[in-house]
């Protein structure tokens, strides 16, 4: 069975939405959940998942972690054996998230508040994976250092996903796969 479908069945969508948005979970389309950020596309998020591999007992940085639902997702792919770490930049949204995280029950997750001025989690870097849910205008170098090697790394970049993967020795590779649209990414 494909785990990101199956993590999809394990974690529905409409828990992460605000009532008013929940009759249109099934929707393939992005959805508002306040402060002028989105629930993703639920195929976009696929796609994402697939390119990041996540496996059991990975740790994982969720970048953007808005409503908590890629949190949850890639913590029903990490098992309880990883851990997975969300950063949001809005405080209503962190509240939001780790509501809708907490009604899971996947207690190896949690949702954090931006740190001023920092990307992503560096404290507790290195990350077997990182998958950044806004769009970067350039490579963010920040993160690029808080990638283990090996690690896999899953952003869009000045529109296109892009793939960073490190080696065990640390060379980093990068591979583009399509075009997509997401609220930017900013420090907080």
Known sequence: MDPVLDAF???????FLPPGERGFARFDEPLPISHGQTNSQPRTVADMLHLLDVTPGDTVL???SGSGWTTALLAHLTGPEGSVVGVELEPDLVEFG????AA??????RIEQAEPGVLG???EAAYDRILVSAEAEAMPSELVAQLAAPGRMVLPVAGLMTLVERSATGKTRLSEHGWYRFVPLRPS
Do not use: F, H, K, M
């Not at 069945?9 to 828990?15: K, L, N, T, Y």
């Open 121 to 123: 989690w560096p404290r």
């Open 62 to 64: 969720d970048v953007g």
């Open 98 to 101: 780790r509501r809708n995280l």
């Open 104 to 109: 899971t029950g996947q207690a190896w997750s």
């Open 9 to 15: 069945s394990a974690v529905p969508r409409e828990g």
